[in-house]
């Protein structure tokens, strides 16, 4: 305000801007814009205008007008947020190279990456192959780990965990794979335990960019939000279809399982678990008997009461082809079937099956002394007749051996110097200097009519005016 005024003085305005020139490429936007979308760049845009439409500007005027054109608005991302408790990602990828166990060998491990959506907090570990069990055993791993389950897990496929989306070999984000860069590790135990203590010591401590929190406190926080886990694990186990054999049992890595109450030629449901053999009605599922699983290959478990003892077919065709070997044989394996019943009709296949790589008299004879020792098992008999076929071998080694000396001390003794239908070793001196000169004659003979013959061409050829 001026002294001695009434009146304000307003203050000055701001300059008014500078409208911005029109660009020279205004007037062709629409042919610009066509010729964007089909990919094409700002330099054959240019070429373009220049021979189709007489464009008069500069190259860096089409330039500017395409970038502008070209702008986009930022791609947006819904930020996914979650409750204390209420997911759990996992992601897998590869691990660090790690050395191959009996090999001088470096491979890429499996590594498998479970998170809490909320705290961020992980769990990471690599195995050497994938299977439907060591899957199931990573999960149960993870959740004891985080002390509790959430209300779901996710296998996800999203940017953040995947770059590529694969359900056998998926790429691993960056992120996830940032502690392994760059390193090797002579044993899978080894990069496991480096894994543990990353996590413990840098990605735990670490500040979530979003939440603007420490990993470890939301962890904390989250620990009390997770279900509570049985004290019994994840009991893991294989199933297959047996068929129930003529001595009511079925066969489970070599071994029989009494299947009662399921009838002989049935089909049931076998359930093998680390501790124990479950047979299920295979239409039902219900549970028909329960066996603690046999640590030795060809143990019986069947109890004395439930073995059959009549004999069906496959036995009798048993003890007649016993019978063929010998009676210690077939008195045997009738002896055998009468203690075990049909369970036994294995080890009878295998006594009689020793004949495809014994004689049969090595066989029988085996037998015998497995009766007369009291020695009733299919082993046994084979240790028996492996001595016995042994022994066989070396006396018939033995008396080879001995005929043979025999034949040529007897042969030397009886070696005829002279006789009359021998010759005298003169005689054959004399014919073999008779060969010899006749033998010489001939060749002479020879190159005496070569040289003949090439010095009468060679006379014919120099000599003047006559023709060949």
């Not at 964007?36 to 330099?43: S, V, Y």
């Not at 953040?160 to 359900?167: A, T, Y």
């Not at 000169?437 to 009519?449: E, Q, Y």
């Amino acid at each position: 305000m001026a002294t001695g005024s009434a009146e304000q003085i307003p203050p000055p305005w701001p300059p008014a801007p500078v409208p911005a020139a029109t660009s020279l490429c205004e007037p062709l936007r629409e042919f610009i814009e066509a010729q964007l979308r089909l990919k094409r760049n700002a330099t054959a845009i240019f070429q373009d205008l220049v021979d189709q439409h007489g464009f008069a500007g500069q190259y860096n005027s089409v330039k500017r007008f395409c970038a502008k054109l070209r702008h986009k608005e930022p791609e947006q991302f819904d930020r996914l947020s979650f409750l204390p408790g209420e997911e759990m990602q996992v992601d897998y990828g590869e691990g660090a190279p790690t050395r191959m166990p009996g090999s001088e060998r470096y491979r890429k491990p499996r590594l498998f990456v479970a998170t809490l959506r909320y705290s961020r907090a992980s769990l990471r570990r690599v195995v050497w192959k994938s299977s439907q069990q060591i899957w199931a055993e990573l999960h149960e791993r993870a959740l004891r780990y985080f002390g509790g389950c959430p209300q779901y897990v996710v296998l996800d496929n999203l940017k953040e965990g995947i770059l590529k989306p694969d359900l056998y070999e998926p790429d691993l984000n960056p992120v996830y794979a940032a502690a392994l860069k760059g390193r090797r590790f002579e044993s899978i135990e080894a990069q496991n335990e480096f894994l543990a203590h990353w996590e413990k010591n840098w990605a735990a401590k670490r500040i979530h960019g979003t939440e603007r929190r420490q990993v470890q406190a939301m962890f904390e926080e989250e620990r009390t939000h997770l279900k509570a886990l049985p004290l019994l694990g994840m009991q893991y186990f294989n199933e297959a279809v047996r068929t129930v054999c003529d001595d009511s049992c079925v066969r489970v890595d070599h071994s029989s399982y009494a299947a009662r109450p399921a009838a002989i030629g049935s089909k049931v449901l076998v359930r093998i678990y680390a501790q124990r053999i479950e047979i299920r009605d295979i239409h039902t599922g219900a549970l028909l008997r329960t066996h603690a699983k046999a640590e030795r290959p060809g143990t019986v478990v069947l109890p004395q009461e439930e073995r059959v003892f009549n004999p069906s077919r496959e036995t009798r065709l048993i003890l007649r082809q016993a019978s063929e070997i010998g009676e210690h044989a077939s008195r045997l394996c009738e002896l055998l079937f009468a203690i075990e019943g049909r369970v036994g009709q294995r080890k009878l296949w295998g006594i009689v099956g020793l004949v495809r790589r014994y004689p049969a008299h090595c066989v029988e004879t085996a037998c015998a002394q497995a009766l007369e020792q009291g020695g009733y098992s299919y082993k046994r008999v084979l240790a028996l007749a492996e001595v016995i076929f042994a022994q066989a071998l070396a006396a018939i080694e033995t008396e080879s051996t001995g005929a043979s000396s025999s034949a040529s001390a007897a042969g030397a003794r009886t070696l005829t110097q002279q006789h009359e239908l021998i010759r005298d070793a003169d005689e054959y001196a004399d014919l073999f200097a008779h060969a010899a000169a006749v033998t010489a004659t001939s060749t002479l003979a020879a190159a005496t009519a070569n040289t003949t013959t090439t010095t009468t061409t060679n006379t014919n050829t120099n000599t003047p005016g006559v023709q060949p």
